[in-house]
Each structure stands twice: as C-alpha cells, then as structure tokens.
C-alpha cells in the first residue's frame, strides 16, 4: 500500500499514561499534517511540517502534545498525562508542495482514554 | 482565524435526486476548498476541489461552484445512488501557504433507494 499509514490503529490507555502514535507519509510528499477529529465534527488541525521543519501548531496544541518529523520522513505524535477528553481520532495527511496540494489522509488512530 | 459553516447537517433524497451542500468561509485569503467524502470508520477522501480563480467545476455526477464575494461554495451531487451515502465536509485553506485545512462540520447524506 502506498498510502499514508499510521500506526497503530487503535489505542487504549488509562487517564494520565503517555502515548505515542507514527504517520509514515506518502513517500514522495515533504509536507506533513496532524488532524484530530471527534465524533460528529469535522478534523480539527494540530501541526503540519514541511520536510523537518514544524512550520505551525494550533492553539489546540498543548504542551502535553508534541509532535517531531526528524528525517522528513515518518512523525510522531505524543500525548503525555493523557486526559478523557484526549479520546479522539488521530489523523494524519500528507501533500507535495510541488504537486496538486491535495492532503491524502491516513487511516488514523483511535485513542480511547479510560 | 479561518471559520467554515456548512449546511445541513443532515440530508435525506431519493435515489436519482440530486443533493446539495454549502459552506461558508470567513478568511477571505482563502483560495483552495476542498470537499471529502468520509464513510463510516474510514478516512477522509478528496472527491474534488476548487481554486478561487475559477467559479465552477465539475466532475461527472459531482460539482462545486464559489462565489468569492460571497465567501460560500457548495456540492451538488447529480442522480444520487445509495453509494454516495456518507459524511461530506467542505473544507478552505490560504494553498499558497500550505498550511492548515479548516472544516466545516459535515453533512450526513443518506441516498435512499
């Protein structure tokens, strides 16, 4: 498959745990996005890269989020503390900034947060 | 910050009738709007977008117009079939940028056959 991946696909964790999730893009595409979506409502944005570089985060962004893309290649997303209202849908999107724009999502990560 | 509104939240046709979904956009720097179909535990797929130098688009059974003055865009879905059954978002963006995509809340479309 040569789509975007994310891993894993499912995560349940208790209240106050760290977890950690990994988009692997595209191969060819040098910007990178993280989306998170509750149920009923459209993603929301989080941070986005470009190669390495993490050009912007949303305010929705805490500090317990962090987000790296160390090669320009794969990122992770961690969520440190980890808090009920964390429960959401990962996703993660890539694009070519020299090609059509178009962001083709992942299959995301389902947090679940006890 | 960008704010995009769309409208209804749910819809309900007839197999063969058609369906019509519109946003609203607040930035007016933005110039890409894009629109995603989202089956049940799926992920979001692009089924087509427009760039704000052009009014107009069409891709078979689906178009999207834009009225930059306005600041809306709407879907229209054309002889609707029970497949076309899913969440739809509209989504605006500052392309230039790369940057963000900020949604709309979806619509839920229901094709009944």
């Known amino acids: 498959d040569t789509g975007v991946s994310q891993d894993p696909r499912h995560k349940i964790t208790k209240r106050g745990q760290n977890v950690t999730f990994r988009c692997d893009p595209i191969s060819e595409h040098n910007r990178l996005y993280w989306y998170r979506q509750t149920l009923g409502q459209g993603p929301e944005f989080l941070t986005y890269f470009q190669n390495e570089a993490q050009l912007e985060k949303s305010r929705l962004l805490s500090d317990r989020f962090s987000a790296e893309r160390p090669k320009g290649s794969f990122s992770t997303l961690e969520i440190q503390r980890t808090e009920q209202g964390d429960s959401a849908m990962y996703l993660c999107?890539?694009?070519?900034?020299?090609?059509?724009?178009?962001?083709?999502f992942g299959p995301g990560t389902r947090l679940t947060v006890t | 910050g960008e704010n995009v509104e769309q409208h209804p939240s749910t819809l309900s046709v007839q197999e063969g009738d058609s369906a019509v979904i519109k946003c609203t956009y607040s930035?007016?720097?933005?110039?890409?709007f894009p629109w995603y179909k989202q089956e049940l535990g799926k992920r979001p797929q692009l089924i087509i977008d427009i760039r704000s130098n052009v009014g107009e688009k069409k891709d078979q059974r689906i178009a999207v117009t834009l009225n930059k003055t306005a600041k809306h865009f709407s879907l229209h879905i054309t002889e609707t079939q029970p497949e076309d059954s899913a969440v739809y978002f509209c989504?605006?963006?500052?392309?230039?940028?790369?940057?963000?995509?900020?949604f709309g809340e979806g619509t839920q479309l229901t094709v009944n056959p």
């Open positions: 999107a890539s694009s070519s900034s020299g090609g059509s724009d178009e962001q083709y």
């Open positions: 930035d007016s720097a933005s110039n890409y």
């Open positions: 989504a605006a963006s500052r392309e230039t940028s790369g940057s963000r995509l900020t």
